[in-house]
């Protein structure tokens, strides 16, 4: 049996394919993991909902927008919820204090 050119390029270009996918493959695996590893390490980000503040820590104001802003009374730091939010929340708290001046005069 002889062995010729034609022959090893017959029998490895298949597996030189299956070797480049193989390869290829591996590669967009490590680069994505890579990629997302570093994302993790830059975004750092604070949720503002994740404490409950007490009266005592906050003051709430209502602009002419009608958008309800909470004040930290310790740092000055303050957050602006949107016209609808600022709305109900003044509502509830209206509603509450009839509550409260309709039971005492009962």
């Known amino acids: 049996m002889k062995i010729t050119k034609e022959a090893i390029a017959k029998t490895l270009k298949p597996a030189m394919n299956?070797?480049?996918?193989?390869?290829?493959?591996?590669?967009?695996?490590?680069?994505g993991g890579m990629y997302q590893a570093?994302?993790?390490?830059?975004?750092?980000?604070?949720?503002?909902?994740a404490h409950a503040f007490s009266p005592e820590?906050?003051?709430?104001?209502?602009?002419?927008?009608?958008?309800?802003?909470?004040?930290?009374?310790?740092?000055?730091?303050?957050?602006?919820y949107s016209d609808q939010i600022g709305q109900t929340i003044f509502g509830m708290y209206a509603n509450r204090i009839h509550q409260e001046v309709?039971?005492?005069g009962k």
């Open 18 to 31: 299956v070797i480049i996918v193989v390869a290829v493959g591996t590669s967009m695996f490590k680069l």
């Open 38 to 49: 570093s994302q993790k390490e830059d975004i750092k980000v604070e949720n503002p909902y």
């Open 57 to 80: 820590e906050i003051s709430i104001a209502v602009n002419e927008s009608n958008e309800l802003i909470m004040i930290e009374r310790a740092t000055g730091k303050y957050i602006v």
């Open 102 to 104: 309709a039971n005492a």
